[in-house]
């Protein structure tokens, strides 16, 4: 197991530094293995307060951390000024548990949860002290692992990992640690240790792989080819298939800082097949995986009593889609009655949200309810397959009212393909008529606390939809349609707050980039690019001189449309949904059609249950709550 004497060196930066408790490690429910032969480190490329709730880092350490043999830790990337901190006291970044500096593990993985955090995964390998590229390790360096939503398109972050796992990786990433420690202990070289990764199922091993030119690409019908026999030509995501079945129950950490979701998370489905167009996670979660009612409220009651929270939080990309979401959310209620806690639903689908499922997710308090309609008018939502109409909005406000919520928050996008002006004033007209109905299903005494919020988020094509083809509009356009809207909204009740166009720009080169964007990531890092999610941090001018001096115009990557037949960066790599779907779903929006959610109707021939050999389990027959409307088709 690894030794280590740099605490005493920690503990005097972090006495200085903001939040210390970041810092600490020792949790409660925080484990440490002493006598381990091997060991594994996971880590977040961000603060503690905001990975310590991601629900990967816990799966995933507690996966490896069953292994025998095997110690699992945990890493954060420190805040800007422990970093700056650590870099003068030439202190490496270092894991919670054993204060271990992250160069001393066998293997170190790092999630990828979004296109943001890429100048912070050099960020944290460079306070590791651990070469940035792969290619430029040596053999007792780290192998590092990438993994997470980002691995749908893994070729912006390519030269900086070994390897990715691409998909869930409850089963994945024990295997890919097995196999490290198998080459290890045989005396294998590093490249004959990434041979034997590359026979692990759905992982992409960077260095066995020839990148084409554009126009080889396009005849090829890839941008990367193997480079050895018995390299997959196409990564195929893992899927876990043993979800449903598998304990609910998740041992966590409770941490000393208050972390961004402090509650009790307990995950109770995994995917979605509402299909919408624009949404990379409901394609690249599929098939839908439900944990029976049994599973949930044990795991939810064990939770609590385990961990001392008074929220829990029942998590998926969709849970008032579950079967049995009534049930659920009715035996937790009666179980927890009188105690003080909390159940929240954080996903509320419009069409879902009936009378009854407004009392159950009410519980004795009552914040603010977030309803995504997406675009202001059905001609666009028809477009976009969303699938809900103005009267759901509507009937889902009028049973929020009665259950006592009087805060409201619609969340919407701009640049979405086929938005017009008139869609755009369409979010207003809507915004306003959702208001009225507020109003007149509140007591004239309670109006005063009534509260309206329009979110609008820019549109960002991302990989393995059927928008991915689609370019991004241009700042100026969008910052045109967003005071569009501003005008358009004639209530002062209404208040409407939109994201950043500039950091969307950013995210969408990084959702489409192939990998010359690597060269763009690293020069970015190297001009001072760094917590590029963090709007206070947000450095514009870092990605414009690192674009300038790696010779890329960002504005070609974001913005340009293709035809379907074009072959993105990410062809070699397969959310199980094939590209034939993505491209007649694509057909379909210019078309105005919408496609059915295959739980409630009919196979859509998705693709997914066939390329990664599983399929649907639900814990019974999906149908629509009181309130909700028809599926259409």
Not at 86 to 96: C, E, Q, T, W
Not at 202 to 215: E, I, K
Not at 266 to 280: D, I, P, T
Request: with cysteine; hydrophobic share 40%; charged share 25%.
């Amino acid at each position: 197991m690894i030794q280590t004497d740099l605490w005493p060196q920690v503990q005097r930066l972090a006495r200085r530094a903001e939040r210390p408790s970041r810092y600490l490690g020792s949790e409660w429910g925080a484990t440490r293995t002493t006598d381990a032969d091997f060991s594994f480190c996971m880590a977040y490329p961000d603060t503690y307060e905001l990975g310590q709730p991601n629900q990967a880092v816990r799966i995933l350490v507690n996966a490896v951390a069953a292994m025998e043999g095997v110690a699992a830790e945990r890493a954060f990337l420190p805040a800007p000024d422990m970093a700056d901190a650590m870099r003068d006291a030439g202190v490496p970044a270092f894991s919670l548990e054993s204060c271990a500096p992250l160069r001393e593990f066998d293997v170190v993985g790092i999630t990828l949860p979004h296109e943001l955090a890429a100048t912070n995964v050099l960020e944290l390998l460079d306070l590791a002290q651990i070469p940035l590229r792969a290619a430029d390790r040596a053999v007792d360096d780290p192998i590092v692992i990438g993994g997470g939503p980002c691995a749908m398109n893994p070729e912006p972050y390519a030269p900086f990992f070994d390897a990715i796992s691409v998909g869930e990786g409850e089963e994945s990433v024990p295997e890919l640690v097995a196999a490290v420690w198998a080459g290890r202990a045989a005396g294998e070289s590093r490249q004959q240790i990434l041979r034997r990764l590359a026979q692990v199922q759905s992982t992409y091993v960077l260095s066995l792989y020839r990148v084409l030119d554009a126009d080889e690409a396009q005849r090829q019908s890839s941008w990367v080819v193997p480079l050895e026999e018995g390299v997959p030509p196409v990564i195929v995501r893992r899927v876990f298939e043993g979800f449903a079945e598998s304990d609910a129950w998740e041992p966590c950490v409770v941490p000393f800082a208050e972390a961004v979701h402090d509650r009790l998370n307990v995950e109770v489905l995994r995917g979605c097949a509402r299909g919408c167009r624009f949404c990379q996670a409901g394609m690249m979660y599929r098939p839908v995986r439900e944990r029976s009612v049994d599973n949930i409220v044990s795991a939810v009651l064990r939770g609590l009593d385990e961990t001392g929270y008074d929220e829990v939080s029942l998590t998926s990309l969709s849970t008032t889609d579950h079967s049995q979401i009534e049930e659920i959310l009715t035996r937790l209620n009666r179980a927890c009655a009188g105690r003080g806690v909390r159940v929240s639903v954080p996903s509320q689908r419009l069409d879902s949200f009936g009378v009854q499922m407004a009392e159950l997710v009410a519980g004795q308090k009552k914040g603010g309810l977030t309803f995504a309609p997406e675009a202001g008018t059905q001609r666009l939502r028809d477009i976009i397959n969303k699938n809900v109409s103005e009267e759901d909005l509507f009937c889902a406000i009028d049973a929020a009212m009665a259950a006592g919520w009087r805060r409201v928050k619609l969340y919407f996008m701009v640049g979405l393909p086929g938005e017009t002006d008139d869609d755009v004033k369409g979010i207003a007209s809507l915004a306003q008529r959702a208001y009225d109905r507020m109003k007149a299903a509140t007591p004239p005494d309670q109006r005063g606390s009534l509260a309206m919020t329009v979110s609008v988020a820019l549109f960002v094509p991302k990989a393995q939809t059927p928008f991915q083809w689609d370019g991004q509009i241009s700042r100026e356009e969008a910052l045109r349609r967003v005071g569009l809207l501003k005008r358009s909204v004639k209530y002062r009740a209404v208040r409407v707050s939109y994201h950043d166009p500039q950091t969307s720009f950013v995210e969408a080169v990084m959702s489409r980039g192939g990998r010359a964007c690597a060269d763009l990531v690293q020069a970015a890092w190297e001009a001072g690019a760094r917590f590029d999610a963090w709007t206070e941090l947000f450095n514009e001018e870092a990605w414009r001189t690192a674009a300038d001096k790696v010779g890329l115009v960002p504005e070609t990557i974001a913005e340009a449309t293709y035809d379907t037949d074009y072959v993105m960066p990410w062809a070699h790599i397969s959310a199980g949904v094939t590209q034939e779907f993505l491209a007649e779903e694509r057909q379909r929006a210019q078309e105005g059609l919408t496609t059915q959610d295959c739980t409630f109707d009919a196979c859509t021939v998705c693709g997914v249950c066939m390329q990664t050999g599983t399929r649907n389990q639900l814990a019974a027959p999906r149908s629509m709550p009181e309130g909700g409307r028809e599926r259409h088709g």
